[in-house]
């Protein structure tokens, strides 16, 4: 599957963004989605994840109660709403797909349990 994520962009602290990531090429609605960003001089971490289902999300505890994930699995696309940003928030975004399902029901939060990834988008927050 090939992911093409858009919407990044700079905006001003405590404003919002939309992340969108569109999938082709395979069953979207046969991956689990994820987000992942990118600051500056550290390693990539996980923002948050969806099931394939759209039914349970996971969030980073940095962005809990501040971002969303959704998707549409009828458009092919997972969205990442990012409201009251934050300096920090600054990064480049990744989407990401895996056709990985754990047996217990965990989300998927390790970058190494996906298959797939996007060209990432540049947001820039500005306090």
């Known amino acids: 599957v090939q992911l093409q994520a858009s919407g990044g962009g700079l905006v001003q602290a405590r404003g919002s963004l939309r992340l969108s990531c569109a999938a082709s090429?395979?069953?979207?609605?046969?991956?689990?989605m994820g987000w992942f960003r990118q600051a500056p001089g550290k390693e990539r971490e996980f923002v948050a994840g969806?099931?394939?289902?759209?039914?349970?999300?996971y969030y980073a505890d940095s962005v809990k109660g501040r971002f969303t994930i959704s998707r549409d699995n009828a458009k092919n696309t997972v969205y990442l709403q990012m409201n009251s940003l934050k300096p920090e928030d600054t990064a480049v975004f990744y989407c990401?797909?895996?056709?990985?399902?754990?047996?217990?029901?965990?989300?998927?939060?390790?970058?190494?349990?996906?298959?797939?990834w996007g060209h990432g988008t540049h947001v820039t927050v500005s306090s």
């Open positions: 090429g395979g069953t979207f609605s046969r991956y689990y």
């Open positions: 990401a797909a895996t056709r990985l399902i754990l047996t217990d029901g965990r989300h998927l939060s390790s970058a190494f349990e996906y298959d797939y």
């Open positions: 969806i099931r394939r289902s759209g039914d349970s999300t």
